[in-house]
Structure formats: structure tokens, C-alpha cells
């Protein structure tokens, strides 16, 4: 279910339902970006903890976290999450330290990446635009657009000169961050562009997508140069190796492979995983590749030899993105939690625990007949990603939900509202709402940028007002604090 209205981020409803529900020992299945986890069962509740004693993860997202990148010299780092929100990290001391958060994004953050020779850092996601921001005061320096659906993989040249973009709408672009003018397009593949890489020299462009090809463009022109590699799978992750005329992928059959970008040969073959490779991350020193996959299992290579030399694995996955911290003793990991857990690769603790809490608040799942039960069910696996019900709820994508009803649309104070919304005069109250999610946001809200959601279902609309009734959604919300910056809508 998407809320629109109420301000949540436009994934939702494709997370949701990709999620599922997540209990003890889940069947998996594989759907585009996401891991589909179904069971069955009672709702379970966990503690939702923060993990604030957990040695260097990087806490204060509001929603799962899907990019990471870090600048190894500077010891940055930058985060994306479904929050709508960027952050930026201080990796200087012995605990991390929340150094500037970006919330002018319009959508999911699916990728960052940091601009080399230059205090500039980019976002991208589900808003198809490329985000130019200032690391010193979180200001939007410039936006560049022409994508026609979500971006998911950002790639930088050495020299700060372009950046490439990988879209769902089957083409990559690239972008001039000198002139901020957009560059070639680069199209050809015959599904979506998942990931982007540069040449060492910046002088190439290489393209990865669900089509199972590698292709390589020239960076000035955009003109097509040849196939690089084709797989029998999808592929989802692309890097290149350091100073290396190498690339590694991680594919949708749980294959990574190194290869040649001048012959095409297989060079190494990185293990197998049950579940498809998501995310992949390489450090030049101390030379290190590190692939993560759908089923939380991070696995760590020499770039000498290709020698696994360590794993990690969290069964409560996925890993959706991956980097080494300065000097390559510790690797980030980011998926489905609303931190970044810090892993130590060397040296190694034999009891590691786990940090991520489960179930997680959207991962619950019901059998009863009672309709608030039922709600509570719908919202924890359709709203709660996006929307908290306390009065100091923030860091979410969507305003809190503390004080729904009676509330006119768009007036909670300090949440940026779309001027459609602020527009329209709608009170929340059981009719409204469900009448929200019988016509869908399109229209009961014309002008909203949340795509098609509905419930036609009368009954499973009544158990989710019936359950909101039962929460602080039903209580007075006019005096609730101002909400951080999230989506538009």
C-alpha cells in the first residue's frame, strides 16, 4: 500500500510486497531488486534496538539502508536509505559520527558516491535524478534529470570529470559534473541497466543489466565500442578492479566472476550463493574484493589470488551494499535493517553477533480472525517502513502517523508537503482513508506523485482503520514537533 497523502516513499508498496513476511526459517524467492521471503504464523515482536553500543555501525536512518560508499583517504562515508534521506558519515575517530544528512531527494536512495578532488557527493533513486550535493553544508548543488524510471548504481571517473547513471528504463547516462550539463546516452541493453563502471583511465564507460550483458561505450561520445562479456543471468553489481584492466559482477544466479575487459575470459570464478549477488565492494589496500548476496552472506577474496579468506552471514538478510572501511580491516554492511552494521574482517571475533533485530517491525505475520489483528498485520508490513505512530516520530520517509484523524491533509507542522496536497481539503477520518485506498492516490488525490495503490478489498481496508483506531493515530496530533525532511508526498 502506498500513503501518498500521508507522505510515504513511492517504493513502498513494491518493498512491501516483495518483503513479505519474515519469520524463523523463510522460503526465498527472487523478484527483481528484492528478496521475497514468505512464511506463516503469529505475529512476533523484537525490541527494535538501535544498536547504539554496536562498535562503529552507522546509526540514524529511518528506514532500511540500500548504498554505501567511503572515501578511504578522507575516512567518509555516505549512506542511502529508503528514507528519502543521503548521510554523511565522520569515520575519523573510534566511533562514527553523523557529519550532514541530505533530505532534499525526491524518492528511495538507491546509490551514492563521492566525487573525487572535490568536497561534492552524489545520490541517487527511485526519483530518476541524479543529485549534486555539498558535503561542507548539505546544500543541493545541482540535479540532473532525463532518466524516465529509478536510477540504481552510480559510477564516478578517477578524475571527478563524469559520472555515469544505470536505470530501469534500460539505459544508462552520462554527466558532465564539470560543466553540469548531461552527456551521451547509453542504450542498447534489452532489460534495465542495473549497474555502471569507468576504465581506469576514464576514457570508457561499462554498462551491466538484467539482459545478462556487459557492454563498453566510449565516455566522450557515448558511442557503443563492443560487447564485453555476456552471462546466462542477469547481472546486478559491476566493479572495476583497482588500476586493472579487470572487472568483477555479481549475477542473479548467485554467480561472481572476474573477467577480462580486453579478451571477455573468465579470469576467476568467486564462489557460489544460494541466493542472487546484490552488492559488491573492492579495496586496493590491502587488496580486497568483498561479495554480498540475497541470503545475508558476505564473503571476502584476495585480489592476488582470489582466495576466499573470509564470511560473514546474517540469515536475517539481504546485503544490498557493501564497503570496506579505511585500510580494509572492516566491512560495512547495509540491507534491510535502518543502520549500517560494521563488520571486522581482521581481527576476527569466534562469537560475532548479530546486530540486525528480528523480526524487523515489517516482517510479522498473522492467522487470526480478529480484524485488528488483521491491521495490525497491514500496517506493519505496508505502512511501518515509512511511517512511525509516535509524536516525536522522524527519520522516516512519511510523517508520523500520531494524530491522523481529524487532521486536515498536508498541515503537520515542519514536513514538506507537495503544493497538490496543500491544496486539497481533505480531513483524515475512517472514510477518508479508506476511501484513499478504494479509488487510489491518483485519484482521490489528483496531482500526487505516489503511483497506482489500492485496497478493493472493503475487509482488509476496515482491519487496517479498525487497528490505526486502537493507536495513537487516533490521538490529537496538532501540537506534534516538526518531522525531518523526507518525501514530497
Known amino acids: ?95 562514527p559520527k553523523e557529519a550532514q544528512r541530505f533530505d532534499e531527494n525526491d524518492g528511495a536512495v538507491n546509490a551514492v558516491a563521492f566525487v573525487p578532488r572535490s568536497r561534492l557527493a552524489l545520490s541517487a533513486g527511485d526519483d530518476g535524478a541524479l543529485s549534486l550535493w555539498d558535503l561542507d553544508d548539505a546544500r543541493l548543488v545541482h540535479r540532473f534529470k532525463g532518466h524516465t524510471a529509478k536510477v540504481v548504481d552510480i559510477a564516478v571517473s578517477d578524475d571527478g570529470t563524469w559520472a555515469v547513471t544505470a536505470s530501469w528504463d534500460r539505459s544508462a547516462r552520462l554527466w558532465n559534473l564539470q560543466d553540469r550539463k548531461p552527456g551521451p546516452v547509453l542504450a542498447g541493453h534489452k532489460g534495465p541497466v542495473n549497474a555502471v563502471a569507468f576504465s581506469a583511465d576514464g576514457a570508457h564507460a561499462f554498462t551491466a543489466s538484467y539482459d545478462g550483458a556487459i557492454r563498453m561505450f566510449k565516455a ?5 565500442v563492443r560487447p564485453v ?20 559482477f555479481g549475477a542473479l544466479n548467485g554467480t561472481a566472476a572476474v573477467i577480462d575487459i580486453d579478451s571477455g575470459d573468465t579470469v576467476a570464478e568467486l564462489g557460489t550463493s544460494q541466493r542472487p549477488i546484490l552488492a559488491l565492494a573492492v579495496t586496493r589496500q590491502p587488496g ?28 536475517y538478510g539481504p546485503a ?36 540486525s533485530p ?53 498541515s503537520l507542522p515542519g514536513y514538506p508537503y507537495s503544493e497538490a496536497l496543500k491544496k486539497l481539503d481533505i480531513v483524515w477520518t475512517e472514510e477518508t482513508v479508506s476511501r484513499l485506498f478504494e479509488l487510489g492516490p491518483e485519484n482521490f488525490t489528483p496531482g500526487s506523485k505516489m503511483p497506482l495503490q489500492k485496497m478493493t478489498d472493503k475487509s482488509q481496508r476496515d482491519a487496517l482503520i479498525a487497528y490505526l483506531k486502537t493507536t495513537e493515530a487516533a490521538q490529537n496530533g496538532r501540537t506534534a514537533p516538526e518531522h525531518s525532511k523526507g518525501a514530497n508526498e
Open 1 to 95: 500500500m502506498y500513503w501518498p497523502i500521508l507522505g510515504a516513499a513511492g517504493w513502498l508498496g513494491r518493498l512491501v510486497l516483495a518483503l513479505g513476511c519474515l519469520i524463523a526459517t523463510p522460503a526465498w524467492t527472487w523478484a527483481g531488486d528484492a528478496v521475497t521471503p514468505q512464511s506463516t504464523g503469529s505475529i512476533q515482536t523484537t525490541s527494535e534496538t538501535k544498536n547504539e553500543t554496536a562498535q562503529g555501525n552507522l546509526i540514524g536512518h529511518g528506514g532500511p539502508v540500500k548504498s554505501i560508499a567511503i572515501d578511504a583517504e578522507r575516512r567518509l562515508g555516505l549512506t542511502g536509505s529508503f528514507d528519502y534521506a543521503m548521510m554523511a558519515w565522520d569515520l575519523t575517530g573510534d566511533l
Open 288 to 315: 580486497l574484493v568483498a561479495v554480498g548476496g540475497g541470503d545475508g552472506r558476505v564473503r571476502v577474496f584476495r585480489l592476488g589470488d582470489f582466495e576466499s579468506i573470509e564470511e560473514y552471514q546474517n540469515p
Open 358 to 410: 528480528f523480526p524487523r517491525r515489517f516482517q510479522v505475520s498473522e492467522d487470526s480472525d480478529d480484524p485488528v489483528d488483521k491491521g495490525r498485520v497491514h500496517y506493519a508490513r505496508k505502512c511501518s517502513v515509512c511511517h512511525t505512530l509516535k509524536q516525536d516520530g522522524k527519520n522516516r520517509a512519511g510523517p508520523t502517523l500520531h494524530g491522523l484523524f481529524g487532521r486536515k491533509i498536508a
Open 229 to 248: 562479456f555476456r552471462h546466462g543471468w542477469g547481472i546486478n553489481a559491476l566493479k572495476r578492479l583497482p588500476n586493472d584492466a579487470r572487472l568483477v
Open 320 to 355: 544490498w551494499g557493501l564497503a570496506f572501511a579505511p585500510g580494509g580491516t572492516a566491512l560495512y554492511i547495509a540491507g534491510l535493517d535502518d543502520f549500517v552494521a560494521r563488520w571486522s574482517i581482521t581481527p576476527r571475533d569466534p562469537f560475532e553477533p548479530i546486530d
Open 220 to 224: 566522450d561520445t557515448g558511442d557503443f
